[in-house]
């Protein structure tokens, strides 16, 4: 997903705390900058951890999402990102709903 933050003014997510949001375009930041560096299995070890970590991250901004919430964020970030973007969001997504 490329860095720019035009996804945040999209009219569908007013009703959406800005500060969830700000959380989102943090993490997108330090996600790409994970993909960016090192070799695959180095990228693919620090994205894991990386997800992992989310949780606690979101515990500590009290930030929490609901369901209609989650998914009409992923709509939103759709209508914004490349093919392979949206094939990194689905499989990030079915990691978390494996769990």
């Known amino acids: 997903m490329e860095t720019s933050n035009e996804w ?7 009703n ?3 500060a969830k949001l700000d959380f989102l375009d943090k993490m997108f ?3 790409t900058a994970i993909n960016n560096d090192g070799t ?3 990228r ?9 970590s989310l949780s606690k991250l979101s515990q500590e901004n009290n930030i929490s ?3 209609e919430e989650v998914e009409l964020i992923f709509t939103v970030l759709k209508k914004y990102s490349t093919p392979d973007d949206i094939d990194k969001m689905q499989k990030i997504s079915s ?3 494996a769990r």
């Not at 693919?44 to 992992?52: D, E």
């Open 65 to 67: 999402f609901q369901k």
């Open 44 to 52: 693919q070890k620090k994205m894991m951890a990386f997800l992992l």
């Open 29 to 31: 930041v330090q996600s």
């Open 8 to 14: 945040m003014n999209d009219p569908a997510l007013q």
């Open 40 to 42: 695959p299995q180095q």
């Open 95 to 97: 990691f978390f709903h």
């Open 16 to 18: 959406i705390d800005r």
